[in-house]
């Protein structure tokens, strides 16, 4: 199983700021992907992240309101730019697991904009 | 594009009670993976089902992978308070690398 964490974990921010979120495995990793969750409702897929590649980004969602980096196979940032109250938020990335029959994810952060 | 939904949106059972919620995608799927979410936290993989009218069974839960692998169906069997949480499908069309989530089935349970 692959071990992920997300810092922060939880965050309270101004309308207007960026906010950037890291997603670190234990090991490494092709594809990380990177999800929103809101309140209630289930996931939604934001950008799937390639190392050495530009991120493929879902229907709705654009690189320059969620730029993402991905350095090397285990880490991963995902900036909310411009934040607005529309954007609270759970944002989640995960991972394949080896076998590729599961996903793992992360702890989550949870965004609140004011 | 894709879409997968769930019936039903919220399910309150007395401890006991058996549970089933059913997934539904618009595409026929390659294969289909079920979450568990407790509350507060992330979602937790169950198990996945590739072929056809594959039945699998994890202790007191059965998943079900329909026929024309466009619907499938988890059944809990007695539940318990530990059954708490939401219960997420997502699946994955042929020759695509990214899975839909189903929109989900909370389930509470009451001892």
């Known amino acids: 199983s692959a071990v992920i964490s997300q810092k922060p974990s939880r965050d309270i921010c101004q309308r207007g700021t960026s906010l950037t979120i890291q997603c670190q495995v234990d090991?490494?990793?092709?594809?990380m992907f990177w999800y929103r969750q809101q309140p209630g409702q289930s996931l939604t897929l934001i950008a799937t992240?390639?190392?050495?590649?530009?991120?493929?980004?879902e229907s709705g969602f654009v690189i320059d309101k969620f730029p993402i980096s991905r350095p090397n196979l285990t880490f991963s940032t995902l900036t909310v730019s411009n934040m607005s109250p529309e954007d609270s938020s759970i944002y989640l990335c995960?991972?394949?697991?080896?076998?590729?029959?599961?996903?793992?994810f992360g702890p989550g952060t949870r965004l609140t904009v004011t | 594009g894709q879409q997968v939904m769930q019936i039903p949106q919220y399910q309150h059972v007395q401890e006991g009670e058996d549970f089933t919620t059913y997934c539904n995608s618009s595409?026929?799927?390659?294969?289909i993976q079920w979450y568990k979410q407790r509350p507060g936290g992330h979602p937790v993989f169950l198990i996945q089902?590739?072929?056809?009218?594959e039945v699998k069974k994890q202790k007191r839960l059965t998943f079900q992978f329909g026929e024309a692998k466009k619907n499938s169906s988890l059944h809990i069997t007695a539940t318990q308070t530990t059954d708490v949480g939401t219960y997420f499908c997502?699946?994955?069309?042929?020759?695509?690398?990214?899975?839909?989530f189903g929109t989900g089935t909370r389930l509470k349970v009451l001892a």
């Open positions: 595409t026929t799927l390659s294969n």
């Open positions: 997502a699946g994955k069309a042929s020759g695509t690398y990214k899975y839909i």
């Open positions: 992240a390639n190392q050495g590649s530009e991120a493929t980004y």
């Open positions: 090991s490494q990793v092709t594809m």
């Open positions: 089902l590739v072929k056809s009218g």
């Open positions: 995960s991972v394949d697991g080896s076998t590729g029959l599961e996903q793992y």
